[in-house]
């Protein structure tokens, strides 16, 4: 098995799961469907093609950047009648960075790579009108894990990003190029994943688009480490703590009266 790991940075993208009639939406990550529709592209297969193999795909998504949503009201008239089109809102993501990666079979991937480098189709990210601002390849495929290659790949945030980021954080001995990521990872059927979505494609066919539900795997950050000094955390609140158990003392007896007798306050009964 070999992974592919690709860089989807650009000005805008779009990964819309569920958009629908004038509202087109997009998801905060890059979506299955997306990504092997932007590799379908590169090989140069028609919508009507089977997508069989490339579902079969296992991917994964790193957030690097997680950019700015934006919202733009769309209009647009037919290029042959003039007719006007009817009005819709469409949501991007905008300076966005996003590492992904497809795992499975070495001769497939191997033919995903040398597509990219020379794709039949121009690749865009979710849209046509989202074009990339940098190379998608990050390297030649590689025979280690999924989860492995995403956690081990560098920092692909944009330069002001990681400055901005790094005077964040005020620790000049925090290196600005691991810092801790959020992934997204397909999940293994015999677990529970965290959430579901539906982006598998099962058929690209404008006549008849097809997806399937994914399920998915979160990793979280682990929290940095608090600096000498510094105050422990405070423990968390609960607000039904002082409230009488079901079965302890009567209300008479609740709240016990904690009143030092020699502090001058009426005390609680």
């Not at 592209?41 to 069989?52: H, Y």
């Not at 539900?213 to 000498?228: D, H, K, M, Q, V």
């Amino acid at each position: 098995m070999s992974v592919l790991l690709l860089r989807l940075a650009g000005p805008l993208q779009a990964w819309g799961s569920a958009a629908r009639f004038a509202r087109r939406s997009t998801e905060n990550a890059p979506t299955k469907s997306g990504v092997l529709g932007l590799l379908a592209a590169a090989l140069g297969r028609g919508r009507e093609e089977d997508l069989s193999d490339l579902a079969a795909l296992r991917f994964g998504v790193r957030i690097d950047q997680p950019g700015t949503r934006v919202r733009d009201f769309h209009t647009a008239h037919h290029c042959d009648s003039g007719r006007a089109m009817p009005l819709s809102e469409r949501f991007y993501l905008a300076d966005a960075v996003f590492l992904a990666g497809v795992e499975g079979d070495n001769r497939l991937i191997r033919q995903l790579y040398e597509a990219l480098l020379a794709p039949r189709f121009l690749p865009f990210l979710g849209r046509q009108s989202c074009p990339p601002s940098r190379p998608i390849t990050v390297g030649p495929p590689q025979e280690i894990p999924l989860e492995q290659a995403l956690r081990e790949t560098p920092w692909q945030a944009a330069n002001w990003y990681v400055r901005r980021s790094t005077a964040r954080q005020g620790d000049s001995d925090t290196p600005a190029s691991d810092p801790p990521l959020d992934t997204l990872i397909d999940c293994p059927p015999a677990e529970i994943p965290d959430f579901s979505v539906r982006d598998i494609p099962l058929s690209f066919d404008p006549r008849h688009r097809q997806y399937g539900l994914r399920g998915i795997r979160t990793g979280r950050p682990e929290p940095p480490a608090s600096p000498p000094g510094a105050l422990p955390p405070s423990p968390p609140h609960e607000p039904t703590s002082l409230l009488p158990p079901a079965d302890g003392p009567s209300a008479s007896t609740w709240p016990p009266d904690t009143t030092p007798p020699e502090s001058g306050l009426p005390r609680i009964h």
